[in-house]
């Protein structure tokens, strides 16, 4: 049985950095395309940053120059590196593992998830 889950979130103020971190018991990252989401209270569930299995990364415009997504393949942790911090990035992540299908930043396409892990950014 898969188990994913998600560590890092935390309150930071506005410019600060935080990374989060994702651990998946029963799946071997380096084998499948691991990616991070967010949702914000009464907003859709965004896709994030994804990296797959060969190695290949993208982002939403939204994080592009400020989130680097990685992955440690011989620990199986998924990172996700957050730099210069807004409010408006306020919101739960949540690790997806397992896509499958090629609609990378689209949650239907993910198999399994984490609880998420709460990031605040006060101005």
């Known amino acids: 049985q898969v188990q994913v889950v998600e560590s890092g979130g935390s309150l930071v103020q506005a410019g600060g950095s935080l990374r989060l971190s994702c651990t998946a018991s029963?799946?071997?990252?380096?084998?499948?395309?691991m990616a991070w989401f967010r949702q914000a209270p009464g907003k859709k569930r965004e896709g994030v940053a994804h990296?797959?299995?060969?190695?290949?990364?993208n982002y939403a415009d939204s994080v592009k120059g400020r989130f680097t997504i990685s992955q440690d393949n011989a620990k199986n942790i998924l990172y996700l590196q957050m730099n210069s911090l807004n409010p408006e990035d306020t919101a739960m992540y949540y690790c997806a593992a397992h896509a499958t299908r090629p609609y990378y930043l689209d949650p239907a396409s993910y198999t399994y998830w984490g609880q998420g892990t709460q990031v605040t950014v006060s101005s």
């Open positions: 029963g799946l071997p990252f380096h084998d499948y395309t």
């Open positions: 990296i797959n299995a060969a190695g290949s990364l």
